[in-house]
Each structure stands twice: as C-alpha cells, then as structure tokens.
C-alpha cells in the first residue's frame, strides 16, 4: 500500500508537469497560427498603399506600379493559402477570395483611366476595406482558439489584435484622402467623416496599447519600439493628413500627389509596422521557449519521481503522517488552485516543520491567483465598457448583440436603433468639450433610464449610440424610440455661463429578421443617415423612405 501511494503520488504530479506541458505546446501551436493570420490580415492592408499608387501612375510609371502591385498581391495570396490550409475552417474564408478580387479587378480598371474620377478610386479603396474587414472574422476566431484555450493568452492576444488593427487604421487614415487627391477634387463630407471614424478608432487603440501587457521578453524594446512608432505617427504622419486636408477645405490645389502622399506618409508607418512584426515575433518565440522549457520540466518530474518513489518505498512508515499525506494534500491544493476550486489545507499543523514552507506558499499562491483573477475580471469590464458613458462600447455590443439576432424570443425579432445626436460638434466648438461630455453622460443616462432590463444599450463612438432589443411589432420598437427622442429633448442641461442646451437626435431602426448582423448595421446607418438629410430630430424606418414619427 506504501508503494502504491507512492506511485500515486509521482503520477499526480507527473500528470500535472504532462498538463503543463501540453498547454504550452498547445498554446505556441495557437500562438503560430495566430501569427499567420494576423500577417495574412497585414498583407492585404498592405496592398492598398501600392494599389493607390498605381491609380495614380501615369503611363510612364505605370508598369512599374504594376509590377510592384503584382508583388504585393503575390504574397497576399501565399499569406491567404498558409491561413486556409488547416488553420482557420473554410467558412471563414468564404468571402475574403470574392471581396479581393473584386477589389483588384476594379483597381486594375480605374488604373486604365487617363484622369481618374472621384468615385472609381473611392469605390477600390473601399472594396479593398471589405476585404480586410472579411478577413476580421478568422482574425476573432483564432484569437478566441487561444483565449479558450489559456484565459491567461488574453493580454498577449489582444495586444496583438490592438497592434494589428492599429496597422491598418492608420493607414486608411491616409486613404480616405486619395480619391480626392487623385481627382483633384475637395474633401467630400463622407472622406471627412470617415476620417473622423477612423481617427478615432487609431487613438482608441493607441490607449488600449499603452495598457501594461508586462511581456516576458523584450520589455525595454517594446517600449523603445513604442515610442519610435508614436513619435514618427503623431510628428509625420499625422501633420501630412492634416496639411492635405486643410488644403481640401480651402479648394487649394494640392502640393502632392497620391503617389507622392502614399510614399511619404507609408514611411512614417515603418516603425509601427516594425513594432507589430517585432512584437508577434517576439511572442510566438517566447511560447516556444516556454514549451521547450515545461518539457524539459516534464522530464526533470518524471525523474525525480522515481527516485521520490525509491526512497518513500524505504521510509514510507516513518513520514507516513508528517510528509506523505501533507504532500498529496499540498499536491491536491496545486491542482484545486489551478482549477480555480476552493482550497483548504487540512494537515498543515500536522506536517513536518519543513513543510510549513511550502503551505505558506501556497497560500502566496492561493492570494496572487485570486488577485489576478479579479484583474482579469477588471481588465474584461473596461475592454467592453465606454470609458465616459459606462455603457457597452462597439466591440462588447457587436459580440453581445450577433447572437440575439437568431437566439430571440418565440414571436419575437430583433430591433437596431441607431441614434446620433444633432449638431453635437457645435456643442464642442461653442461650449468646449467638457461640455459635449456632460452632454454624453446625460445622453447615455436618459437611454439607461428608458429601456427595457433585457436591451443592450451602447455607445459606438463619438455622439453615435445603439440601442438592440427584441419586440413583436414595430410599433413597439418606434414607441421606444419616441420616448427616447422625447427624453433627450426634456434633457435640462445648461453650459458654466447659464446657457441651456438643447438636445436632439436623429434616430435610424431596422428590423433584424432574417438578416446578418452586417446588413442589420447597414440598414439601420441607411436609416439614420435619412433621417439626418430629413431635417435631423426625427425617425426613420429603413423600410421606407418617409419619417417613422416626428
């Protein structure tokens, strides 16, 4: 009976050394094909910066362009062929082909024109946006295989993810002004609002970046490599758009063409790109070593088991009660504490004075894991909350709201309300932004104040706010919204010199019933926009082209 416990001993933990080690194996598998994804999604936002050159190329430079183009494209498709073969299931990738050669061909198409026009170069650019935007959807399902897989990845991942999307979005900041650099036009509203969008979304990901991900390698570098990528965005890049866009507004002619403005404003892109390789790199490298590591652990277990077997098989009487049940209970406890079960150590008192130690740390190690838990839970609710407003932001209302468009209620469809407050920049401009804040916070009040326990209530950016809830008729849907716009209106808020403020919205629903959640969002903006070139303050279905309600 000694030797068999013995054994049992040496098995649970040689079984718990074995679970490490497969969790890191599994986890540096995970973290590769992570890897690959994210750099298939970097090469086709990469295409867009040789593709905008070429719609500017004269016919000199033209098959040069081409050439360079055709270079890039190559190995987006050998990026796209890794992905596809056995990292991330086919259905996932059923749209990216279509949407990019969609994109390529009406590239290649506006590339023939002598003098291109306005809306051929913008409706490229925005066919290789739904590209990359397709891809998003292999990107959150890798990333969620490793987070599944290890909650504790969860930093690491989305760290990756925020360095990723930070790429891209910087770099659609310069596209939103080639079209009309390349028709020689003014800045049209839809490429200044866009930009606005966009902008925001880069300064959003540059706060969730700036979060200490504390890396187990490289950390000074990571900083340097930080600082060098925002220094070189916020001193270049940033100043070119800005200049280009002033002289939009003042219908100035342009001091640089598409091509010239692609390749300045990519070169102050290299470190941030430099910054995202390094990073992935240094990551899926640190996770090799780690599984290196824990298997190297795994045979330093397995032998010091059997020599710990050997010896109790001799002394096995003698410690019986002072070391080996102490043991097994302390082994018990690792485990338990690993599995997040609660942990109470029994023979503590009754154990060998040696083995004092060894409880005291476990208790160490009971405290720190309870409070990286709570962290995790801390971290989890400001990733999906709206810093100003407490309500959810877009990324917790997409990933909260896609299930309720088929998991509804018997009876029941669901319901997107897009609202986005009238003339809010005069409120930043005239009274200031803490102002405008003090406007939000009132704003997401009334909504939290009048919807449903059930609804899912957000803030999406800016002034634009959703509301998702299920209903069996419209009607209730455009009472809802009624009550809102009144209350918004009945808002009694007034600026630091006295003056009140008037509050208003433009409202947009659309109904979910046998809809993506993409085109929920598409009918409900189509609304909202309506309703805003309607005279603003109002509602508006998306399927009909009058006010819903006044």
């Given at each position: ?167 891209d979005a910087a770099g659609r900041l310069g596209s ?85 403005f692609t390749k300045r404003y990519s070169a102050t ?282």
């Open positions: 009976m000694a030797i068999l416990l013995s054994c049992a001993l040496a098995a649970s933990i040689l079984l718990h050394a074995h679970q490490i080690f497969a969790q890191a194996r599994q986890n540096a598998r995970l973290l590769l094909d992570l890897h690959l994804v994210l750099e298939a999604a970097n090469r086709i936002s990469s295409e867009r910066a040789p593709s905008n050159i070429l719609m500017d190329s004269d016919a000199d430079a033209l098959a040069d362009a081409r050439a360079r183009l055709q270079g890039f494209r190559a190995d987006t498709d050998r990026a796209l062929q890794k992905v596809s073969d056995h990292v991330v299931p086919a259905p996932l990738l059923r749209e990216v082909g279509p949407r990019l050669t969609e994109a390529r061909w009406l590239i290649d198409l506006t590339a023939m024109q002598a003098t291109p026009h306005y809306g051929d170069v913008q409706r490229a650019i925005d066919a290789m946006f739904a590209a990359y935007d397709a891809f998003q959807e292999a990107v959150a399902w890798q990333a969620s295989q490793l987070i599944q897989s290890d909650p504790s990845l969860q930093g690491p991942v989305l760290r990756a993810l925020a360095l990723c999307d930070l790429r939103h002004l080639v079209a009309p650099l390349a028709s020689r036009t003014g800045i049209p509203p839809r490429n200044l609002e866009d930009r606005h969008r966009t902008d925001e979304r880069v300064a959003m990901q540059w706060r969730l970046l700036e979060l200490d991900d504390n890396p187990a390698n490289g950390k000074q570098d990571m900083a340097r490599l930080q600082a060098d990528a925002r220094v070189r965005f916020t001193n270049e890049g940033l100043p070119l758009i800005n200049m280009l866009l002033a002289e939009g507004e003042r219908a100035t002619p342009y001091s640089l063409t598409p091509t010239a892109l290299t470190p941030l790109e430099t910054w995202r390789r390094i990073y992935l790199d240094q990551l899926v490298a640190d996770y090799q070593d780690r599984k290196s590591k824990a298997f190297v652990l795994f045979v330093v277990v397995l032998a010091s088991a059997l020599v710990i077997v050997g010896l109790i098989t001799g002394i096995v009487l003698l410690v019986q009660l002072r070391v080996l049940r102490p043991l097994l209970e302390a082994s018990e406890a690792v485990i338990g504490l690993v599995d997040e079960r609660p942990v109470t150590l029994h023979l503590r008192h009754h154990s060998a004075k040696e083995l004092q130690v060894l409880f005291d740390t476990l208790d160490v190690l009971k405290a720190k894991l309870q409070e990286r838990a709570d962290l995790t839970r801390r971290l989890k609710a400001q990733a999906e909350t709206d810093e100003l407003t407490g309500l959810l932001n877009r990324r917790a209302f997409m990933a909260l709201g896609k299930p309720r468009l088929t998991a509804t209620a018997t009876g029941k469809c669901a319901f997107l309300i897009l609202l986005d407050l009238d003339h809010f920049k005069s409120i930043n401009d005239r009274h200031g932004h803490p102002t405008g804040d003090r406007v939000l916070v009132a704003v997401a009040d009334a909504l939290r104040g009048n919807v449903r326990p059930g609804d899912l209530v957000a803030r999406l950016g800016g002034e634009e706010f959703a509301i998702l809830l299920q209903a069996r008729e419209p009607t209730t849907v455009l009472s809802l919204a009624q009550r809102l716009r009144t209350a918004l209106r009945n808002l009694e808020l007034t600026t630091p010199d006295g003056e009140s403020i008037l509050v208003t919205a433009s409202f947009g629903i659309a109904e979910g019933s046998q809809r993506t959640w993409r085109q929920l969002l598409s009918e409900a903006d189509v609304a909202l926009y309506a309703a805003k070139h309607t005279g603003r303050d109002c509602i508006r279905l998306s399927e009909t082209d009058t006010p819903a309600t006044t």
